[in-house]
């Protein structure tokens, strides 16, 4: 790229990213390899729920998901830890149903600035972690030097499936608000997007009753879906692709 300048077809180009000569979002597709994933569930409040999803979606579960991902190795960005809290949710009169992510947090900037450039998640800096301490599973999700998030699952006592896991709602499909205003602050972008993981290889899988410990922070509120029963958790290791998505809503065009 050296002694070169920038073309318009290029900027016209679906998956361009800034700076020009050394991107920071990545185009699709990117493939994610040897993720191990502590997914933790509990029941909450149902109006806590329904209050955090934006309309027209409704709610189809009082459970909540909060996965903790070790990123082992993801094209573009390298290692990081993610973790995604869910709950389950539907379109009405659509038939698209699915779960819709009111928290996100990593520790890459890239996949902070990919989630809310293409996806519209609201992804925010943290740190999530997971690790085997002796005979348990810990994973916390910190924010601003606090553990919003600690969970412990026992470390590979009963074997499974991801399906028991679906079962409370299909995580697999994820379901965003995207917000995204003109430099004159008029509205450009507000959808509801979706996306699915494609060539998803699941290499091993764990449950068992988990438990669930949520701190407050102003800046990280996953309190607000309060833990009212622990369920089971699952550790489970697996290969994915990140695809492109689609958008179910167009609130502008509405």
Not at 10 to 35: C, H, K, N, Y
Not at 209 to 232: F, G, K, S, W
Request: charged residues 20%; proline residues 8%.
């Amino acid at each position: 790229m050296t002694g070169r300048r920038l073309t318009v077809e290029e900027i016209l180009q679906g998956g361009f990213s800034t700076p020009w000569d050394a991107p920071m979002v990545p185009p699709f597709p990117f493939s994610f390899r040897d993720v191990e994933v502590l997914t933790l569930a509990w029941r909450t409040d149902p109006e806590a729920v329904e209050r955090l999803l934006p309309p027209p979606l409704e709610p189809t579960s009082d459970v909540v998901l909060a996965h903790i991902y070790k990123m082992n190795d993801t094209d573009w960005l390298g290692p990081y830890g993610e973790s995604n809290i869910m709950v389950g949710c539907r379109l009405p009169g659509t038939g698209e149903a699915g779960s819709y992510s009111p928290y996100l947090f990593l520790s890459s900037d890239i996949g902070v600035s990919h989630g809310r450039e293409v996806h519209g998640q609201p992804k925010k800096s943290g740190i999530p972690t997971l690790e085997a301490r002796g005979d348990a599973w810990v994973g916390t999700v910190a924010r601003n030097g606090i553990d919003v998030i600690t969970g412990t699952l026992a470390y590979k006592q009963r074997r499974d499936r991801i399906e028991s896991l679906a079962a409370h709602f299909d995580f697999a499909t994820n379901i965003n608000l995207k917000a995204i205003d003109h430099i004159d602050g008029r509205p450009a972008i507000r959808q509801l997007t979706a996306r699915r993981l494609a060539e998803v290889a699941v290499h091993e899988c764990w449950s068992g009753p988990c438990t669930v410990e949520l701190r407050p922070n102003i800046q990280a509120p996953v309190y607000r879906l309060p833990v009212r029963e622990m369920l089971d958790g699952f550790y489970w290791r697996a290969d994915f692709t990140l695809a492109p998505g689609r958008i179910l809503h167009d609130y502008l065009a509405a």
